[in-house]
């Protein structure tokens, strides 16, 4: 029997490569002959990098840049081919970055993730991939973009710093100094939300709070998103505020297709396509994958929903060992999982479930196999 390991992490206790080896050692005990195979793998959020890089065989590009505050970071990129790049977003513009007294996105910035793509083109990487999740900004890209030579100007034809406040002081944008290597490249967005720029649903509202924006913080960023929507299209004719995506990253969305042309592209099915996972199917018998807690969410854009429906076409059996079951997780089985096993196996706090995080997952591991076991005996 050949079984392959594809889980997503478990964020804040087990990475995906600890995951892949702690359901080898459950398989090896249950099934001593089977032959099995993991992959690292991510949504295109948070630890996309580190397991496409791995996955693919490719290696990382250590770079000195600015993180969300402009102090000085040393962030990675991922090289998996000979001219291609996979870029994260959280890696030098992200949440985890700023101290949770500090968080305020008008004060943030997504320079850093600019001088990441601007490496990447000055080093010759033709094709590049952007994951934008977990990232600190809101700030509309105008810090990235202006890493990439973009000049946002106030009213008195002063160069804007590239943070959240300034969007409401955008008077006027010259891309005349955007890094020449654009024209010649090709991006892809990770992207798995489909919030516009601005209103309710935008950038500022749905994703603000949780970086540090208060209610009149948001409303200030709203009104600066809606000046900024407005120069974009007066002095560029770019009319992206309604564009599917384009709130995604506090607006990075809109200023990587807006000012790049780069496309948007399911994170899942990036990561998938980049490591080869329909390759790695091939006369594979079973499959685990998984994610920290499983619920109505996962079966869009997740991983447990984008590896199940891989299988589901190539009609391999699919099993979810994940942290916790929520509301609506039945869902994912109609996108090719066939069944859900939690590691919690009773009444506990979250700091113990964390703290016994691979005890917990080992034996969740080894009930699984063992299930699939006793469904091998049955007679039909």
Avoid at 113 to 142: C, F, H, M, P, W
Avoid at 327 to 344: K, L
């Amino acid at each position: 029997m050949k079984i392959l390991f594809a889980s997503d992490s478990f964020k804040g206790s087990l990475s995906s490569k600890r995951i892949n080896e702690l359901l080898r050692e459950a398989a090896l005990e249950i099934f001593p002959d089977c032959q099995t195979k993991g992959v690292e793998i991510a949504d295109g959020g948070e630890g996309t990098v580190s397991a496409v890089t791995a996955a693919a065989g490719g290696r990382l590009c250590s770079v000195d840049v600015h993180g969300p505050l402009m102090e000085d970071v040393r962030a990675s990129y991922g090289v998996i081919r000979e001219d291609y790049a996979v870029i994260e977003m959280a890696a030098a513009s992200g949440l985890t970055l700023v101290p949770a007294g500090l968080r305020n996105p008008l004060n943030t910035s997504s320079y850093g993730t600019g001088e990441l793509i601007r490496d990447a083109l000055k080093k010759g990487y033709k094709n590049i991939a952007v994951a934008i999740g977990g990232s600190a900004t809101n700030d509309g890209g105008i810090g990235a973009m202006k890493a990439l030579g973009v000049r946002f100007l106030d009213r008195a034809g002063k160069e804007l710093p590239g943070v959240g406040a300034d969007l409401e002081k955008i008077a006027d944008i010259d891309t005349e100094g955007l890094c020449r290597e654009i024209s010649d490249s090709a991006i892809t967005v990770m992207c798995d939300v489909n919030n516009p720029l601005t209103g309710p649903e935008g950038a500022t509202y749905t994703f603000g709070k949780q970086k540090g924006g208060t209610p009149q913080i948001l409303d200030r960023l709203e009104q600066g998103m809606e000046n900024y929507v407005s120069i974009l299209r007066d002095r560029l004719k770019l009319d992206i505020e309604a564009m599917p995506g384009a709130g995604a990253a506090g607006g990075m969305g809109a200023a990587l297709c807006g000012f790049l042309g780069a496309r948007l592209k399911s994170g899942i099915e990036t990561v998938l396509d980049l490591i080869g996972f329909d390759t790695l199917l091939e006369d594979t018998d079973l499959v685990i994958t998984g994610e920290g807690r499983i619920d109505w969410q996962s079966a869009f854009g997740k991983v447990p929903g984008g590896v199940g429906m891989h299988c589901k076409r190539k009609r391999i059996p699919v099993i979810a060992i994940v942290g916790g079951i929520g509301p609506g997780a039945e869902r994912i089985y109609e996108y090719g999982i066939d069944s859900m096993i939690s590691t919690i196996n009773g009444a506990m706090q979250i700091e113990e479930a964390l703290e016994c995080a691979e005890e917990l997952y080992s034996q969740a591991a080894r009930r699984a196999f063992r299930m699939v076991k006793a469904g091998m005996k049955i007679k039909r």
